[in-house]
C-alpha cells in the first residue's frame, strides 16, 4: 500500500508541474504594468489581465512575494515631529489567480504562443485544465 500511495504522490507531483495563472487589473495607483518574476536565474514578466502560463517554481515563488502592512500613522506624543508605523501583517505583494494545472505540452503550446504575442481564451485555457 506505501508504495502505490507513492507513485500517486508522484503522478500528482507530476500533474502539478505547470500551470496557468492571471494577474488582476491595478489596485494602486503604483502597481506596475508588467510584472517581472525570476526563479532561478529564468525570468518571466506577465501583463495584467491576461493568461500566462508558467511553471510550479513562478507560483510558489509569487506566493512568498510578500510586502508589509503597516498601521495608519500616528504621532508620537513626546515629539510631534516623529511619526511611528508599526507592521501589522503582511500581503501577497503581486496578488494572482491560479486558473488551473496543465500538461507539459499545453504548457509549451501556450508559452510560444505568449512569447508570440497572442493571447490566451479562455475558453481554449478551460479545454485543457486538467
Known amino acids: 500500500m506505501g508504495a502505490a500511495a507513492a507513485r500517486r504522490d508522484e503522478v ?10 492571471r494577474f488582476p487589473g491595478k489596485i494602486r495607483k503604483t502597481d506596475p504594468d508588467i510584472i517581472s518574476i525570476g526563479v532561478n536565474g529564468e ?23 510578500k510586502e508589509p502592512v503597516v498601521e495608519p500613522e500616528t504621532l508620537d506624543s513626546t515629539n510631534p515631529m516623529l511619526r511611528r508605523r508599526k507592521v501589522v501583517d503582511f ?14 505540452e499545453a504548457y ?8 508570440a504575442g497572442e493571447s490566451l481564451t479562455e475558453r481554449e485555457i478551460y479545454e485543457r485544465i486538467g
Open 43 to 65: 525570468k518571466i514578466r506577465c501583463k495584467r489581465n491576461e493568461f500566462i502560463p508558467v511553471r510550479s517554481a513562478f507560483i510558489e515563488a509569487l506566493r512568498n512575494a
Open 91 to 104: 500581503a501577497q505583494r503581486f496578488p494572482f489567480e491560479l486558473v488551473g494545472w496543465i500538461d507539459e
Open 108 to 115: 509549451q503550446n501556450f508559452r510560444a504562443r505568449t512569447l
Open 12 to 21: 500528482q507531483a507530476k500533474k502539478r508541474e505547470f500551470a496557468v495563472i
